[in-house]
């Protein structure tokens, strides 16, 4: 019972708690949360009929200690109590009790600078090749570790709202450095070479130092922007080639780094914990956050409240909300766990996290358009926000590079588009298939018609059974049975096996008329959208099925002009990036969307060129761009018209057969 899996299945994985075997600590920002906090520990607990003792708990502390570390609002140093155990230690009187002592003070290595250089001589006894040999020398380095441990530096806790300051040294045994923000340390490094690294050039000795200190760290560092401190100017425009330099490239390149140079005379801190002196860091001066190619930004509640409070505007405003003076346009709302600055129910993005978050958005969704962008990030606001994301979009190269754009461009005249009207979603869904994209690969996309949630399924091969076999185990294994499917009268879908498979489970087929995309506009416009992401995103092509799965999740999670929301938040009712609840009148937008396409439908209807089809018309039948050669005909007649319907098609017989096709293919003679 006193492991932590068993308590976390008690407790589940709230962000103010942490176990260690039996010890629970619950942390808060104020007493006011800190309540709620422990209500919610407490029900918990008592749901599982656990006990706690109650001469152990402490509560509602500033300060408490925790695993041998004090906890407070400034920070954290070693327990009072077990610095004062180790300074009752006597001197070691073999290897083991040696060892044992080592890994006492390797407990508190963080705090400790110089540790490595402190411990050497000791650590010389703990070699096999060594015999153990106590000498006035040794007891010397054993007395000065334990008043190194009693002058420990106070850590103060990582802020992940502004940047990490690393400055790294080496020497010709040692390397060591520090982690700052502002005139806080975070944390103190130091170890011994080894022989080979020894024998490495100075350059490497500086670059190792950095690349040490990463590792270390880089569950603290990794995701967050990190300036390196160096007093090598090499080390900023290195130039070795050697396999072992290129390897910690790649590794830096995981990190979000800067490099800048300090002199040798400022750079004591790092210094101090290579060499054998101590002397606190000289910060150097704070700068604006640097914009980094593929940085990706926490949504991250304490992050924008630390930013908001920040701002003078938005701190302006908190005041006078805390002052209890009300204003229709602001207040302070529960969101991202923390209480923010909402405008008229958005989140306040504060000027410093603007750019930060809008290249995520662009990013994480793989590069958007700008409206649907912008909606997509209708959680947040700021003053300018639209003109913001916008400039952003128009600007990136990316886009620039990859998308097409043919889409607004009008060929020939459209006829008015038929509308479905469900009340349920599922009801209906589209398919169709693209391909081949690598190879004999084909991606078959499933997308229902109310919500637009789709899949997008990888399949070797066109084939009937192939695809009813995809879209079997992938569509009608996870959501309700259809009652309509709509397709492009491609022989995948009008094979037997597919067809087999609708008549089994009672699905209505419903193809539509022959070479007539935009009748499954619904399937072309995603598909442009998969090749647009595909494209954008060139490092994945190698990758297929992992492509398809980011883009087909973007998709979901992007804004959608129609629908006036994104899929993922009227299928479940939230945002899948913030989590922020979505409430959608699904009746009214059903209604809304419905008058919305037939307005578009009239809109259309006045570019059109008035004429109306009757039997016995003689027309000529367009002939697609891909079925003929740039010398053959574009169009193919006279036909005469043998029937006219209501949904925009037209029956003509071609002298063969007739043949139903769309009245966009068609022009009068």
Not at 77 to 100: D, F, G, S, Y
Not at 272 to 293: D, G, H, I, P, T
Not at 431 to 437: F, H, S, T
Request: with cysteine; glycine share 4%.
């Amino acid at each position: 019972m006193s492991t932590s899996p068993v308590w976390k299945g008690f407790l589940g994985d709230p962000d103010f708690v942490i176990v260690y075997l039996d010890d629970i600590l619950v942390f808060s920002q104020n007493p006011v949360e800190h309540l709620e906090h422990l209500r919610i520990v407490f029900d918990r607990l008592r749901q599982y009929d656990v006990t706690l003792n109650g001469k152990k708990c402490h509560i509602l502390r500033d300060q408490v200690d925790y695993l041998g570390f004090t906890l407070t609002p400034e920070g954290i140093q070693p327990q009072k109590k077990k610095i004062e155990a180790i300074q009752q230690i006597a001197e070691p009187r073999n290897t083991r009790e040696l060892r044992r002592f080592l890994g006492m003070i390797s407990y508190y290595r963080d705090m400790v600078p110089n540790k490595s250089t402190l411990t050497a001589r000791l650590n010389r006894l703990t070699s096999k090749n060594c015999p153990f040999t106590w000498t006035p020398e040794d007891s010397a380095a054993f007395n000065s570790i334990k008043t190194a441990l009693s002058q420990s530096v106070w850590l103060a806790f990582p802020d992940y709202s502004r940047r990490f300051h690393v400055f790294a040294d080496a020497s010709g045994h040692q390397i060591g450095g520090a982690i700052v923000q502002g005139k806080r340390i975070i944390a103190c490094f130091s170890r011994s070479m080894t022989e080979t690294q020894r024998k490495y050039s100075t350059m490497e000795w500086e670059l190792l130092s950095v690349i040490e200190i990463l590792k270390e760290y880089r569950t603290m560092l990794l995701g967050f922007p990190v300036v390196i401190h160096t007093d090598h100017k090499n080390l900023l425009y290195p130039r070795e080639t050697s396999l072992r330099v290129k390897r910690w490239k790649l590794l830096l390149e995981e990190y979000r780094l800067e490099l800048q140079y300090i002199a040798g005379s400022q750079n004591v801190g790092a210094d101090a914990f290579s060499r054998l002196r101590y002397n606190f860091v000289k910060q150097a001066s704070e700068e604006e956050l640097c914009a980094v190619e593929e940085e990706e930004v926490a949504i991250d509640g304490p992050v924008v409240k630390n930013h908001q409070l920040e701002d003078d505007t938005c701190k302006t405003i908190i005041q006078h909300l805390e002052s209890k003076q009300a204003d229709p346009d602001y207040a302070l709302r529960p969101a991202l766990g923390v209480v923010l600055l909402h405008h008229h129910k958005r989140i306040v993005v504060p000027e410093s996290l603007r750019q930060d978050l809008v290249e995520m958005y662009h990013s994480y969704l793989l590069h958007p358009g700008a409206d649907k962008q912008y909606h997509t990030m209708s959680t947040f606001w700021w003053p300018g926000m639209e003109k913001d994301v916008t400039d952003f979009v128009k600007a990136c190269h990316d886009c620039k590079r990859a998308k097409l754009h043919g889409g607004k461009q009008k060929y020939g005249h459209l006829p008015p588009i038929p509308v479905a009207n469900t009340d349920r979603p599922f009801d209906v869904v589209h398919v169709d298939l693209l391909g081949p994209i690598v190879g004999d690969f084909y991606c078959l996309t499933a997308i229902e018609q109310q919500f637009r949630w789709l899949e997008v399924i990888v399949q070797r091969g066109k084939g009937s059974a192939a695809t009813a076999i995809s879209f079997e185990r992938v569509w009608l294994c996870r959501y309700p049975r259809p009652k309509q499917v709509v397709h492009d009268r491609g022989p995948e879908f009008t094979g037997d096996e597919f067809q087999a498979l609708l008549k089994s489970m009672a699905i209505k087929d419903k193809p539509i008329t022959a070479k007539n995309p935009q009748s499954n506009a619904i399937c072309e416009r995603v598909h442009l959208e998969l090749m647009n992401i595909l494209r954008v995103r060139p490092d994945l092509q190698d990758q297929l099925e992992t492509a398809l799965d980011y883009a087909a999740y973007a998709i979901r999670a992007s804004y959608h002009t129609v629908l006036r929301a994104s899929p993922a938040q009227l299928l479940f009712g939230e945002d899948m990036l913030t989590r922020q609840l979505h409430f959608a009148n699904w009746n009214y937008l059903s209604k809304q969307r419905f008058m919305a396409i037939l307005q578009d439908n009239e809109r259309e209807n006045l570019k059109r060129v008035q004429h109306f089809y009757r039997v016995g018309d003689n027309v000529m039948l367009r002939v697609p761009a891909r079925e003929r050669k740039k010398t053959d005909p574009v169009s193919k007649g006279p036909f005469v018209v043998k029937a006219v319907h209501d949904n925009g098609t037209v029956m003509i017989d071609t002298g063969a057969a007739e043949y139903l096709t769309n009245i966009r293919r068609i022009f009068p003679c």
